[in-house]
C-alpha cells in the first residue's frame, strides 16, 4: 500500500529487497517452492516425497518442459506466501545486518553445521556423492555411531585439476561466505568431519537393541555398518573448529575440504 503511495522509505526497502533477492538467487528462488511442496508432505525430507517432487529442481535445471511447467504453476497458485518467503528471509537479513553494526567491537562467533539440508540436496544434487552419507564415528547410543543422514560432497568436485574450486568447492565456499556474514568468526561443528569425515552407505544400517534402565533401546550396529573414511590417526582433535572473516582459509588433508579466499 505504501509503495502505491509512494512513499520513500518503502521505495527504499523494495530497492534493497530486490538486491538481497538477486543476490542470493542461488538458493532463494527455489528454496520457497520447496517449502510449499514440504507443506504438502509434512516433512522437508524428500525420500518421503514422490519421485515427481523429489527431482523437480533438477528437472527444471535441466530445461525439463514438464518440470518447468509444474514448477511455474507453484509459483502462481502461491505468489502471495512465495513473496512473504522472500521478504521474510530479507527482513531477517537485515535485522542480523544491522545488529552486526550496532554492536561494535562486540563479536559474535556463529554456528556452521558440516552438512546441508534437504533443500540443498535437491538445488544442488549434482555436488553430492549419491549414495553416501556423513555422521560420527562415535557418540552415539552406548556409543555407537551416529547416522546423521547428511549428504556427501563429492571429493571428486572440490576441485578442478588446475586447483580452482569445482562445483562442490563453490558449494562450500558459498556455505562460509553466508555463515560469515554476521560473524566475525565462525565455529564449525565438528571439524573432524572435515579432516576424516565418517561416510556410511544408509543401505547397510542394522539395529541391534539392548535393554537401558529397564527400557530396549536400538542403536546402530557398528560390525554391519559399511563405512569409509573412519578416523584413525586424529582421535585427539577437537570437536569444533573456529575459522575467521579476516583469514578465512581452512586446508584440509586428503583432498576432503577446502577453503580459501572466501
Given at each position: 500500500?505504501?509503495?502505491?503511495?509512494?512513499?520513500?522509505?518503502?521505495?527504499?526497502?523494495?530497492?534493497?529487497?530486490?538486491?538481497?533477492?538477486?543476490?542470493?538467487?542461488?538458493?532463494?528462488?527455489?528454496?520457497?517452492?520447496?517449502?510449499?511442496?514440504?507443506?504438502?508432505?509434512?516433512?522437508?525430507?524428500?525420500?518421503?516425497?514422490?519421485?515427481?517432487?523429489?527431482?523437480?529442481?533438477?528437472?527444471?535445471?535441466?530445461?525439463?518442459?514438464?518440470?518447468?511447467?509444474?514448477?511455474?504453476?507453484?509459483?502462481?497458485?502461491?505468489?502471495?506466501?512465495?513473496?512473504?518467503?522472500?521478504?521474510?528471509?530479507?527482513?531477517?537479513?537485515?535485522?542480523?545486518?544491522?545488529?552486526?553494526?550496532?554492536?561494535?567491537?562486540?563479536?559474535?562467533?556463529?554456528?556452521?553445521l558440516v552438512g546441508a539440508s534437504s533443500f540443498d540436496e535437491m538445488i544442488f544434487a549434482d555436488v553430492f556423492k549419491p549414495g553416501y552419507k556423513i555422521g560420527a564415528k562415535n557418540g552415539g547410543v552406548f556409543d555407537s555411531p551416529q547416522l546423521w543422514n547428511v549428504p556427501l560432497v563429492d571429493p571428486d568436485?572440490?576441485?578442478?585439476?588446475?586447483?580452482?574450486?569445482?562445483?562442490?568447492?563453490?558449494?562450500?565456499?558459498?556455505?562460509?561466505?553466508?555463515?560469515?556474514?554476521?560473524?566475525?568468526?565462525?565455529?564449525?561443528?565438528?571439524?573432524?568431519?572435515?579432516?576424516?569425515?565418517?561416510?556410511?552407505?544408509?543401505?547397510?544400517?542394522?539395529?541391534?537393541?539392548?535393554?537401558?534402565?529397564?527400557?530396549?533401546?536400538?542403536?546402530?550396529?557398528?560390525?554391519?555398518?559399511?563405512?569409509?573414511?573412519?578416523?584413525?590417526?586424529?582421535?585427539?582433535?577437537?570437536?569444533?573448529?573456529?575459522?575467521?572473516?579476516?583469514?578465512?582459509?581452512?586446508?584440509?588433508?586428503?583432498?576432503?575440504?577446502?577453503?580459501?579466499?572466501?
Amino acid at each position: 500500500e505504501k509503495l502505491k503511495q509512494k512513499d520513500t522509505q518503502a521505495k527504499k526497502l523494495e530497492k534493497e529487497m530486490k538486491t538481497f533477492v538477486d543476490k542470493n538467487s542461488y538458493w532463494l528462488e527455489y528454496y520457497p517452492v520447496l517449502d510449499v511442496i514440504s507443506q504438502k508432505y509434512g516433512t522437508d525430507y524428500y525420500p518421503h516425497w514422490s519421485k515427481e517432487d523429489a527431482q523437480l529442481i533438477q528437472g527444471v535445471k535441466q530445461a525439463q518442459q514438464p518440470a518447468i511447467a509444474r514448477y511455474n504453476q507453484i509459483r502462481k497458485d502461491n505468489a502471495d506466501y512465495i513473496e512473504k518467503y522472500k521478504f521474510t528471509q530479507f527482513v531477517v537479513d537485515k535485522q542480523a545486518e544491522e545488529d552486526t553494526k550496532k554492536r561494535g567491537d562486540f563479536v559474535y562467533i556463529g554456528d556452521l553445521l558440516v552438512g546441508a539440508s534437504s533443500f540443498d540436496e535437491m538445488i544442488f544434487a549434482d555436488v553430492f556423492k549419491p549414495g553416501y552419507k556423513i555422521g560420527a564415528k562415535n557418540g552415539g547410543v552406548f556409543d555407537s555411531p551416529q547416522l546423521w543422514n547428511v549428504p556427501l560432497v563429492d571429493p571428486d568436485k572440490l576441485f578442478k585439476p588446475n586447483g580452482e574450486l569445482a562445483e562442490g568447492g563453490e558449494f562450500l565456499r558459498l556455505k562460509v561466505k553466508k555463515a560469515l556474514q554476521d560473524a566475525k568468526n565462525i565455529r564449525i561443528d565438528h571439524a573432524m568431519g572435515l579432516v576424516d569425515p565418517f561416510i556410511y552407505k544408509p543401505e547397510t544400517v542394522v539395529y541391534g537393541t539392548k535393554m537401558d534402565n529397564g527400557k530396549e533401546v536400538s542403536y546402530p550396529l557398528r560390525e554391519k555398518l559399511q563405512a569409509v573414511g573412519l578416523t584413525t590417526d586424529y582421535d585427539g582433535f577437537a570437536g569444533a573448529l573456529t575459522i575467521s572473516s579476516t583469514n578465512p582459509s581452512l586446508y584440509i588433508r586428503n583432498k576432503f575440504l577446502f577453503c580459501n579466499n572466501i
